[in-house]
């Protein structure tokens, strides 16, 4: 890996989520056959990214983990799933932006493709566009030209990255009925219910396989309310 990174809680994220789709891919289970050896979805391996990613802003994983000062942390708890909360909520309508506007821009490459950005922009995220405004905004996104029809699958990597998050709560919970993220139980769990499947199921069957309950948003609803 090439890397630039700060100390600071976004480069965490970043590392963790990079590192992440790493970890899934060494996971899988070696013994299937070759074009199997691979995660039942993209959205999945980004759903482990996210997962661990978010880990940068717990509480919980800063105290015990990353062994930051308890009473600095403690001070900060509600403020950083505050930001938690509105970086998913902030992150959802930016999808919506992304989808929706290439969505359009296959259906019809010759329209003014600037004014339909800032049109998504401005119903997706209430953002007003500038003065004026007449450049290529929607070009300075490489997804489009790098990784095409792929933002979506970022929004369902968090509806699976909340479901996991909840299944860990209820089945591995610590004393005190939150998320034991430093249990070795969760690694196991990861490794053979989430890694090691590979895309041997297609991925509606391997959600419940992991969770117990097809893919939904109800978990990650929870979490933002």
Not at 127 to 140: G, I, T
């Amino acid at each position: 890996t090439l890397l630039n990174v700060q100390p600071s809680s976004n480069c965490i994220d970043t590392m963790f989520h990079e590192s992440s789709h790493a970890v899934y891919y060494k996971g899988i289970d070696r013994s299937l056959p070759f074009n199997l050896r691979e995660a039942a979805h993209i959205f999945t391996t980004e759903a482990v990214a996210m997962f661990f990613g978010a880990l940068a802003k717990d509480p919980r994983w800063l105290s015990e983990v990353a062994k930051a000062d308890p009473k600095k942390v403690a001070k900060l708890a509600d403020a950083l799933r505050a930001q938690r909360k509105r970086e998913q909520l902030i992150f959802t309508r930016w999808t919506l932006v992304m989808l929706n506007f290439e969505k359009a821009l296959y259906e019809n490459p010759d329209q003014n493709l600037n004014k339909l950005w800032w049109d998504m922009v401005e119903k997706y995220q209430k953002l007003k566009r500038p003065a004026k405004r007449n450049k290529a905004d929607w070009a300075s996104k490489p997804h489009f030209t790098i990784a095409p029809v792929y933002y979506h699958n970022y929004m369902m990597g968090e509806l699976f990255a909340a479901q996991l998050r909840k299944t860990i709560t209820e089945k591995m919970p610590a004393k005190d009925g939150k998320p034991a993220f430093t249990s070795p139980k969760v690694g196991a769990f990861f490794a053979s219910k989430v890694f090691k499947p590979g895309m041997r199921m297609t991925w509606p069957v391997f959600v419940k396989y992991a969770t117990g309950a097809p893919l939904s948003a109800a978990a990650f609803a929870a979490e933002v309310k």
